[in-house]
């Protein structure tokens, strides 16, 4: 029985080996180095790769988000310019500006109606101007900001994208690798044929074996029987 037991154990032993040796064979061997096979080294390495366009997926969301954002700010920003004087972007200058006109039609004798009715125009329309120029200054802020969270991305994206390329060099070259590690191979389906018939060889032999050591158990149950009766 304890014959039988280290039969079956180093069959199996066999096997596992068997089996290991096809893999190799199929995968490409294994790297040099490396307790790895080309496959599984391959299958590693489009894993990290994934992982890696994750991230600058993830990345390129955020950045559109960003960038959505920053645009609508600017569009108003662009709209906001339009209707203020080149030289009253703030709301202390239109009151500065307005303070002046109000000093000068004040203290100065008007040529014409039409001269003090001008005057009086633009006054109105700066005051009128007012809220424009207090959000012109309020969306200075976010504008910086979004910029500076942009900027910030993009910079990351940048380096993300260079593993992105290495990474797939990477893979590229294992690849071309393995092709040539197949062109110098004889059949390989054919070698790793041969193994599985090595293989299913050997888990006939432990079948047998345990076929075997079954018999050998019932038999000494049943001389012991026998003896018994």
């Known amino acids: 029985m304890a014959k039988l037991d280290q039969k079956i154990k180093e069959l199996r032993t066999k096997k ?44 390129q969301a955020q950045v559109k988000v960003v960038s959505e954002e920053l645009d609508v700010f600017e569009s108003e920003k662009r709209q906001i310019l339009k209707l203020l ?32 009715n001008k005057i009086i125009k633009e006054i109105s329309t700066l005051k009128s101007l007012v809220p424009k120029a207090k959000r012109f200054s309020e969306i200075k802020a976010p504008i910086n900001e979004l910029h500076a969270q942009k900027n910030t991305l993009w910079t990351e994206l940048k380096e993300v994208k260079k593993v992105v390329a290495e990474k797939d060099a990477e893979i590229e070259a294992l690849r071309k690798e393995m092709e040539i590690i197949k062109e110098g191979q004889i059949d390989v389906k054919s070698q ?30 049943k001389a012991r029987y026998d003896f018994e009766v």
């Open 192 to 221: 790793g044929d041969k193994v599985t018939e090595q293989i299913n060889k050997v888990g006939a032999d432990i079948t047998a074996s345990f076929a075997a050591k079954d018999a050998t158990r019932e038999k000494y149950y």
């Open 85 to 116: 004087p080149n030289d009253c972007s703030s709301e202390e200058q239109i009151n500065t500006r307005i303070k002046q006109l109000d000093h000068h039609i004040n203290t100065t004798s008007m040529r014409s109606a039409a001269e003090e």
């Open 16 to 59: 596992e080996d068997l089996h290991q040796k096809r893999r190799e064979i199929i995968d490409g061997g294994k790297m040099q180095g490396s307790s790895m096979t080309y496959r599984e080294v391959l299958s590693q390495k489009i894993n990290s790769m994934k992982e890696v366009n994750n991230k600058k997926r993830s990345l």
